[in-house]
């Protein structure tokens, strides 16, 4: 029992420690046990936040912070609307094909895997391309239930879908507008002692802008990237292809790995083993390289590096609590952890040195 209260006397006992604590704390519980009811709010936020960098950039040229707000938010609008209104219809039209086209896809893989065992028959059996066979198409159905239950839902999704392009704007816009009294007003209840708090958030803000930043153009970069190549070389639905290698840099390691096999599948289906299919397996591979490679040391050299293993057990923790975002902030969110640790013995270290000054 000694131990453990030492413990809590050695770590605790600084004030800066207490009050970010309590200021993780409270900003965790929140998210957790009240995320569902202000999800507008939150997904406002972090909107805001994201902003408030071009805002900032803005006002570098004695622009006034209105005028800069009403800049970057109308031009935000007409970026997501031109998402919502050109991009998505193409992508959910290519979506439609692609599930149509299913059966026919599963018809050409049966026959290419039926003809396995007389080619390898050392290695395969009929017997198990007929156990493959049955599992593709019990995921297959198990898919298919679920969109089915998803498209039966999507009235509901719609309202939901409706508020939110309402009301996530309006408060996107206010919290950028009124930036400095909202920060206030939360400052003034904070206690005045927190230097360590200060320190991991202004850290943590500058890892997090630079993160989000370089991640917004490798997403751009590489969707660009792939839909052009994929369009050159004629590979079917283009568009929603580029979309998904788009998307699957936001989970590193896990994202490019796993959109490799639509990718793959399809230019497979439409060309089988040809040239097309090689050049077109070159190509993405090379994107993949250069991604890898040459873009993210150059968009992310400011960002504190993490180990592999600490980035993928950021995914799975904070991609179990908070899905989608916790995926996307999961880097950040891991940075932050890492910021505590490494202030944590700081403070305790300049405890200790403050007594041995006093004695």
């Known amino acids: ?52 960098g071009l805002v900032s950039w803005l006002q570098r040229f004695h622009l006034p912070r209105l005028i800069s707000v009403i ?18 219809p ?16 599963l018809a050409k893989g049966q026959d290419s895997l039926m003809r396995l065992p007389a080619m390898y028959p050392d290695l395969i059996t009929g017997e198990q391309i007929t156990t493959i066979i049955s599992t593709i198409k019990t995921e297959i159905g198990t898919l298919g239930q679920t969109i089915l239950s998803l498209s039966l839902s999507s009235v509901v999704g719609l309202i939901t879908l409706m508020v939110y392009f309402i009301l996530v704007p309006l408060l996107v816009f206010f919290f950028l507008k009124d930036k400095n009294k909202i920060i206030g007003w939360f400052i003034q209840y904070m206690p005045e002692d927190r230097g360590i708090a200060d320190k991991v958030w202004n850290e943590l803000d500058e890892q997090i802008s630079n993160y989000v930043r370089g991640k917004f153009w490798e997403i751009l970069i590489v969707g660009s990237a792939s839909f052009v190549a994929f369009s050159i070389l004629g590979l079917n639905y283009a568009a929603l292809l580029a979309v998904l290698v788009g998307l699957s840099v936001i989970i590193p390691y896990i994202g490019a790995t796993v959109v490799t096999v639509p990718v793959m599948a399809v230019a497979w289906f439409q060309w089988g083993w040809s040239s097309d299919f090689i050049y077109l397996a070159i190509t993405y591979f090379v994107i993949q390289v250069l991604d890898g490679n040459v873009l993210v040391p150059l968009l992310f050299s400011e960002v504190v590096n993490l180990h592999p293993v600490a980035i993928i057990v950021a995914i799975l923790v904070f991609g179990g609590l908070w899905g989608f975002w916790g995926v996307f902030f999961a880097i950040p969110l891991g940075t932050l952890v890492k910021a505590v640790l490494t202030a944590w013995p700081k403070a305790t270290k300049r405890e200790q040195g403050e007594q041995v000054q006093e004695a």
């Open 90 to 105: 193409q992508v959910s039209v290519q979506l439609s094909q692609l599930i149509q086209q299913v059966p026919n896809m």
């Open 71 to 88: 800049i970057v938010f109308t031009t935000s609008v007409v970026f997501v609307s031109a998402i919502v209104f050109v991009l998505l």
């Open 1 to 52: 029992m000694k131990l453990v209260t030492d413990w809590f006397r050695r770590n605790f006992s600084d004030p800066q420690v207490v009050a970010l604590m309590l200021a993780l704390i409270v900003i965790f519980a929140v998210i957790v046990f009240m995320g569902d009811m202000l999800a507008p709010v939150l997904a406002s936020v972090v909107i805001a936040y994201l902003l408030e």
